[in-house]
């Protein structure tokens, strides 16, 4: 069965710089989220789309932005990168934020900035 | 601002042991209580608990929810060197928006 994708697996950067992490859910799920997880952390939320329209926001960072495409695609764009944003992450998608579904993931995109 | 709390922080066991993992939460809004299992890389879904006293079962694993009292358990009998992993439980509120716990670390010796 499909999961969700994610691309890059890996991303070195340098501070200051820019990265784009990439998320396609499982076919016909709308519903995508973001999530970092820091070294020895529980992911934290970062942000949520649901049909293309931002649904819920967590604690991401002003310098982060994403956007769900109409393909349901997601993209999570990092700029002015810090050595704190080190870490691994996660997107995950589910069948609409209105039923009670579960989420899947995938399998991360791991993130060095040095 | 929703709270989940998992015990104990880490475990050792031998093979064959069994093991009871804990999750307590705080959620405004509350829909559902979600098991995942973190080897690697990205967690992988266990269970999903939505009612209370009805336990679900997948395997050597085992999972209720009370409701009343605010926790979920995660039990595994018969445990193998394979389900050493980090075990979050989250909570999912009325946006399905996942709240992490801190996790459980569980080691399985030979």
């Known amino acids: 069965a499909a999961g969700v994708i994610q691309s890059p697996r890996h991303l070195i950067k340098e501070k200051r710089e820019t990265a784009t992490l990439k998320c396609y859910p499982i076919?016909?799920?709308?519903?995508v989220y973001w999530y970092q997880q820091g070294p020895g952390q529980d992911p934290q939320f970062l942000i949520s789309f649901y049909e293309k329209m931002q649904s819920d926001k967590g604690s991401i960072p002003d310098r982060f932005s994403a956007q769900q495409f109409s393909d349901y695609h997601s993209e999570l764009n990092m700029s002015s990168l810090e050595l704190g944003d080190s870490a691994l992450y996660f997107c995950?998608?589910?069948?609409?934020?209105?039923?009670?579904?579960?989420?899947?993931f995938g399998q991360g995109t791991r993130l060095t900035v040095v | 601002e929703d709270k989940v709390v998992q015990s104990p922080l880490s475990l050792v066991v031998h093979e064959g042991d069994t093991v009871t993992l804990n999750c307590s939460y705080e959620v405004t809004n509350f829909r559902s209580l979600l098991w995942y299992k973190q080897e690697k890389k990205a967690p992988t879904f266990l269970f999903m608990l939505t009612s209370s006293g009805i336990e679900k079962k997948s395997g050597r694993l085992s999972s209720i929810l009370d409701k009343k009292e605010l926790f979920s358990i995660l039990n595994i009998t018969a445990t193998q060197t394979g389900d050493s992993a980090i075990y979050l439980c989250a909570s999912n509120n009325a946006g399905n928006m996942l709240t992490f716990g801190g996790g459980t670390r569980l080691m399985v010796k030979p």
């Open positions: 995950a998608s589910s069948l609409s934020p209105r039923g009670n579904t579960e989420a899947f």
């Open positions: 076919p016909r799920h709308d519903t």
